[in-house]
Structure formats: structure tokens, C-alpha cells
């Protein structure tokens, strides 16, 4: 197939690469110079796993342009994949979705299949269809197509998904559907094709009922450390029923990055805005932003004064393993402490550059290229995500190295019977013994 893609972000570019990797002709577009250039010499602008080998190996595929109307005229298949970023009041922001429809509309000179992928309300399929032919006079057929891909795991989700989604409104778009369904798929894989509505909701629906997993279990993490139980088992004891499983259990500081804080609150706004009142989708918000408080707050009453104290932090990434500091829970927990006058010393393999443009004007954050550069001389390290490296670290690392080994665990990475000899504290399970 011939594809032109709109919107190189996340979404678009990893779509872009796996599509090329397949063999079809991609056209890539979006309005960054920078990226677009990057790309055009065959530099992936994102760091996800397999994505650069399949960018070098691909180039024959695909071509990169910051030019609207060569992407678009010829183009028969379109995949926007623009951001949707949440607006101040907690709604979907549509404005870049709506400036690629106007230039769609502008430039076309045929009629155009639209494939959306971007995360839009339910309803906009819809409206999007009246929108182009009211501005242009071509025809477009409108499928909803929206992507369940994870960061740091984004190409193998493509290779692998656990289902295509398309929400369609006539004949002409099954057939469509079932096409790209085959341009997709290596593998056989669930493919549903439904109306736009379905489609649209299916996408909020199962972010919201992930972020709602992840704030039920700290909710219970919060209890556990009440009533004297340990989070870890109970989790492991809930997932033993296949009912519930074990996805998306794990305790922590909560959730972040550029999709659940997001979809959380547009679900929440978007059923509001339907008189649904959805509470459940209330409290998963409200328990994710409590859980810093509730972490900060083991600090604070560790310590009684962070003033000078040198804090290590592992982990600025919204999760480990990426660059992505969207909503990471490490930007509130680092103004915390720089209010408190800590000195902080930050590492994460990925997400350094990015914390730092977002912290560029303070001087009390120190940035290290090792996780033993962190931790030596540290009065306390907090582990903020859960990349692969910090679970390699072992208690005699941070024994041999800290001043004294007081470790917050904002993500639960290591067995309270491994952190013998150090100050160890977690969520939602019991804390080791205080050192004097
Ligand atoms: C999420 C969904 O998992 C994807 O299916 C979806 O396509 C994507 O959003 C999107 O809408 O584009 P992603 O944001 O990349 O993917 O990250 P997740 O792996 O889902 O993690 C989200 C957050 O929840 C992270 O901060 C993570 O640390 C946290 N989390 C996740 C937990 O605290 N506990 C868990 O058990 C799982």
C-alpha cells in the first residue's frame, strides 16, 4: 500500500517504520524541520527498541517531507496520528487534529481514505467527515483505527497486538479495513471491525480501565501498610485468579507519561459531558495524585530537614526504559525536594535531556552518567521508574557506596529479604529498620 502519515510523533513514526519494514510505501509528514531532517538522513527521533534497525534497513520505503501539499495530493491513504493533548480544563484539545483536517481539505485533489489514529472523542469520526467535504470537494471515507501501542515496547505491540480496532460507517470501509488489517499483520491477531462510537470509546475505556488497575492497587498498597500486609502478595494472591490477572498491579508512585494522565481526565470530561457522572474514573485521578503526597510524606517524616542533604534520584522517565518525561511522577516528587533545599543528583539512562530542559533553570540538580555516579556519597536515593538497569543494582551496591543506605523505592523493584543491611522503604509493604 501507498500511506502518507501525518504527524511523525510517537504514534506516526513507529506506524511509519513497521509499515515501511513491510514493505509499503510510506510518506511521512510533519511540520519539525529538525525531525524531519533527522529522519530524511536515517536517524530514528525516538529511542524505542528495534525502531532505529528498522529505520536503516527500511529507507527504500519511506520518504520524509515538512511539505503538506506533496504528502497530501497524491495521497489516496492517510493515517493521522497527531497528538491530542488535554486542554486546562481537563477536555480533549483538538486543535492540531483540526488544523490537519484543514489541510487536508486544502490540499486534496482526490477523494481520500482517512484513517485516524490519534486518541479523539467519541464523535469525532463523525464530525470529521462533514468537516472535509464541507471544505473540500472530494470524497472521504473516515475510519477510526486507534493505536493500544506501549512505549518501550511500541514495535513489538505492532509485530504482536493483541487486536485491530477499526469503527467504520459503510461497506466501503469493511473492505478498507479488512485491507489494512492485512497491510498490519505478520501475525493473526483479533481484528473487530465496529461503528466510529465503539471505536473511539473502546480506546478511552481501556486506558481508563488500566489506569484504574494501577490506582486500585495503590489504594490497597495504602491499606497494606496500615494493617501490617504486604502488597506484593497480595497482588500476586489476587492475580492467581484468572479473572483478574496480573497485568497492571503493580504499586508504585502511580501512573504518568502522555496517554493515561490524558485519558483519564478527557474520559472523565467526556462522560461529564454527557450528564454520565463517572466516579470510578474520578477516584483513579484523585488516588494517582495522592500517591506522591504519599510517598513525599515517608520522607518527610524520615527525615525532619532535607536541607543540604544530597538525594539520589534513579529514574526521571515516566517509566523506565524511555526518554518520555511527560507527567512523570518525578517532576512534583523533584520540586518537592528542591523546595525542602535538597541537592539533587539525577540519573536514568534515557530521560536525562529531556528532565533537564524541563529543570534547565535549576543549579541545585546534578546530572550523572552512571547510577553508581548517583548513589555515591547520597544520604538517600529515591527509585522513580522501573528501568532494567536499577533492578540489576544489589543492597551491598548502595551498602559500599551511599553514606548511609537509605533507599525509597517508589517502585517496589527489589524483595525486602534481598535489602539486608540497608534503610530500606517501599509502598505498601513494611519498611526495614531504621538506621541511626
Ligand atoms: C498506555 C497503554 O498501556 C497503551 O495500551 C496505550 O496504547 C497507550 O497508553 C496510549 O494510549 O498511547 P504507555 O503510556 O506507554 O501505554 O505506558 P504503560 O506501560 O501503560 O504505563 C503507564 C503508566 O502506568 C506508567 O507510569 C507506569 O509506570 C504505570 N504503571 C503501569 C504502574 O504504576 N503500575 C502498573 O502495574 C502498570
Not at 486546562?88 to 484513517?115: C, K
Not at 501501542?149 to 504482536?160: E, K, M, R, T, Y
Not at 483513579?284 to 495524585?289: D, F, G, L, R
Request: charge should be neutral; include cysteine.
Amino acid at each position: 500500500m501507498e500511506i502518507t502519515i501525518i504527524g511523525l510523533g510517537y504514534v506516526g513514526l513507529v506506524n511509519a517504520v513497521y509499515l515501511a519494514s513491510l514493505g509499503h510505501q510510506i510518506f511521512g509528514y510533519d511540520t519539525n524541520k529538525n525531525k524531519v531532517s533527522l529522519l530524511k538522513q536515517g536517524v530514528a527521533t525516538i529511542e524505542e527498541p528495534n525502531l532505529q534497525e528498522l529505520l536503516s534497513s527500511s529507507q527504500k520505503n519511506l520518504r520524509f517531507t515538512t511539505n503538506h501539499k506533496d504528502a497530501i495530493r497524491q495521497a489516496t491513504t492517510i493515517f493521522i496520528c497527531v497528538d491530542t493533548p488535554q486542554s486546562e480544563d481537563g477536555s480533549v484539545n483538538l486543535a492540531n487534529f483540526y488544523t490537519v483536517l484543514d489541510t487536508i481539505a486544502g490540499d486534496a485533489i482526490q477523494d481520500q481514505t482517512i484513517i485516524i489514529r490519534s486518541t479523539v472523542p467519541v464523535g469525532t469520526n463523525k464530525i470529521a467527515k462533514n468537516y472535509l467535504e464541507n471544505k473540500s470537494s472530494c470524497k472521504f471515507e473516515i475510519i477510526s483505527f486507534p493505536e493500544f501501542l506501549s512505549q518501550g515496547c511500541a514495535v513489538d505491540n505492532l509485530i504482536h497486538p493483541y487486536r485491530l480496532i477499526f469503527g467504520v460507517t459503510s461497506q466501503n470501509g469493511i473492505r478498507i479495513s479488512k485491507e489494512i488489517a492485512q497491510a498490519f499483520l505478520l501475525k493473526k491477531t483479533q481484528v473487530m471491525v465496529t461503528s466510529p462510537e465503539n471505536a473511539e470509546l473502546i480506546k478511552y475505556a481501556s486506558n481508563g480501565f488500566l489506569a484504574m488497575k494501577v490506582s486500585y492497587i495503590n489504594n490497597i498498597a495504602q491499606l497494606c501498610e496500615k494493617v501490617g500486609a504486604d502488597i506484593e502478595k497480595v497482588a500476586k494472591g489476587m492475580s492467581l485468579d484468572p479473572r483478574i490477572g496480573d497485568s497492571f498491579l503493580k504499586a508504585g508512585i502511580g501512573y504518568g507519561g502522555s496517554c493515561f494522565p490524558k485519558d483519564t481526565n478527557g474520559l472523565y470530561w467526556i462522560a461529564n459531558d454527557n450528564s454520565i457522572p463517572m466516579e470510578l474514573i474520578r477516584s483513579t485521578i484523585q488516588i494517582n495524585e495522592s500517591q506522591v503526597a504519599f510517598f513525599l510524606n515517608k520522607i518527610f517524616k524520615r527525615f525532619r530537614s532535607l536541607n543540604g542533604l544530597d538525594v539520589a534520584i534513579l529514574g526521571v522517565g515516566f517509566k523506565g526504559d524511555t526518554e518520555d518525561v511527560r507527567n512523570s511522577q518525578a517532576t512534583p516528587i523533584v520540586k518537592a525536594l528542591l523546595e525542602k533545599n535538597a541537592n539533587i543528583i539525577v540519573y536514568d539512562p534515557l530521560a536525562m535531556d529531556n528532565f533537564h530542559a524541563l529543570f534547565s533553570r535549576h543549579s541545585h540538580i546534578k546530572y550523572v552518567d552512571y547510577a553508581f555516579d548517583a548513589i555515591k556519597g547520597a544520604d538517600l536515593v529515591l527509585i522513580l521508574n522501573d528501568c532494567k538497569e536499577f533492578k540489576d543494582l544489589k543492597a551491598s551496591d548502595f551498602v559500599s557506596f551511599m553514606k548511609k543506605p537509605i533507599i525509597f523505592d517508589g517502585r517496589n523493584l527489589y524483595k525486602i529479604s534481598d535489602m539486608d543491611g540497608t534503610e530500606y522503604h517501599s509502598i505498601g509493604r513494611p519498611s526495614t529498620n531504621k538506621i541511626s
